[in-house]
C-alpha cells in the first residue's frame, strides 16, 4: 500500500469495530488518524458483543452469506465480498486471537471475548500513531465544513482535516454510546428510519402460558407463510413474548404479523401421531400426552391453543405441534435490540462509500441502512464496511494531493 505521508489528516467518528477499522486502514498507509469517541472508553458495545460469545462472521458458503443482507445493493455486497467472512478471521488471528468455527458455522474467538481483540487492536494502532479523543462529541459540520466537537472539558472545537469517517453506530443501546444523535447533524442526507432490529417480540401470553417464563425452546423451526425461507434454532418464552436467534432470523415482525412455528422438527407429523395414538385411551389427556414425549409448555400450548373437545384428536395435536400459529403483538424497543434497521440510505453514497453531498466526508458500519440476522453477519458489515470506507478515503486523499 502506498504511503501517503504524515501530512495527510483524518478524523474518524466513533470507536466502534466499523471507526476502528477505518482508522486501521488509513493510519495503515501513514495517514495521520485521529479517532473520536464521545464515550470514556472505545468500543463499548464490540465489549457488551462478547459478553454472549463474540460470533464475529459465519462459514457458509459466499452466496448464501452475501443473501442474509438486506438491501441485497451492489455497493453493499461488494464490500463484504472484498472484506469477506475469510477476511474477518484472518484480520483477527493476525491480532493474535485464535478463532474457531462452531457446530452451527458460525466463528468466534478461542476466548469468546471481545476484550482481548480489542486491546491487541487499539494496541497495534496505537503503533500506527492514532490518537484517540475519548469523551468528545461529534456535533455536525460548521458552515465552513469543519468537524464541530464538543471536548471533555466541554470546549467547542472546530478541526479542519483531509478526509472524515463517521462510523456512529445506529440506535440499540444507546447506554453504550450509539445514540443516533447523529440523524440532526447530516441536513441533506436521506435516512431510513431507525428501527428495532434482532429484537424480542411481544406476545399476549395466556397465563397458563406465562407459567413457562423464562424456558429455553430449543431446536424449533419458523416460518412466516407457506414457501417462505424456515428458519431453525433456538428461542426463549419470556413474560412479554418470544426472544432469540429464531426469532431474530424471522427477520421484520410488527403488530399484526404471525408466524408458524414447528415445536418438534426433528419427528414427522406421522411418528407424532402414532406416539398420541399408541397411547392408553383409559389415560387422561395429560398422562396421553406425557407418554407421547410433550414437555409441559407444549401441553399448555396445546391447551390455550385447541378447544377442549378437540384434545383428544391425535391427528389435530400432532399437526398444532408442528404448525403452531404466533401471533406478533408487538416488538421489545429500539433501545434493547441488538441492532438497528434504518439509517443512512446506500443511495446517499459513491461506490467510495463517499456522501455525494458531503465531499471528503465517509460513512461505514452500523449507521447505515443496513440489515441482518445475528450470526456473525452485523460485525461483518460494519467491518466490510469500515474497511471499505477507510479505502475509499485513501482513494480520495490520493486524488486531491
Ligand atoms: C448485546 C449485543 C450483542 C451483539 N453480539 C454480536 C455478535 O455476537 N456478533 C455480531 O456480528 N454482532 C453483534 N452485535 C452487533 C455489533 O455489536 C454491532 O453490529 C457493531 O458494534 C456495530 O459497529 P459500529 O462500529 O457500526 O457501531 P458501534 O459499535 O455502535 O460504534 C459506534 C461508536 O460511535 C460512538 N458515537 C456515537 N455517536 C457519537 C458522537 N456524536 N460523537 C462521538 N462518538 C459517537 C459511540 O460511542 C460508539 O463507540 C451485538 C450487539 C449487541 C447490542
Redesign the pocket.
Known sequence: MPNLGSDRSASV???????LMAADVLSHAGVKVKL????PS?????L??GI?????THGEDTELFLRRYTPQSALLLQAIERFNALSVRNFVEKLGIPTYIGSSGRIFPTSMKASPLLRAWLKRLYHQKVELELK???QGFSNNGELHLISAEDRELLIRTDVTVL????A??PK????A??VTHLPGVRIAPLRPSNVGILIDWPTRLLNHAGQPIKDCRAWKTAGDPIVSGDMILTSYGLEGGVIYALGPLERGDTFQLDLRPQLSEDILLARLSSQRSGLNISNRWRRAGLSPLEMDWLRETLAKSEWSRTDLVAHTIKNMTVNVSGTRPLSEA??TAGGICLSNLDENFMLNTYPGVFC????LDVDAP?G?????A?LAT?YAAGQGALNWLKKHP
Open positions: 467518528i466513533g470507536s466502534g469495530p466499523a471507526g473520536y469517541d464521545h464515550m472505545p468500543g463499548r458495545k464490540l457488551r458483543a454472549g460469545g463474540l460470533n464475529l468528545t462529541r461529534w462510523a456512529l453506530g445506529g440499540s443501546w453504550l454510546g450509539s445514540d444523535a447523529w441488538i441492532s461505514a458500519g452500523e449507521m445475528t456473525g453477519y452485523l460485525l461483518t460494519a469500515g
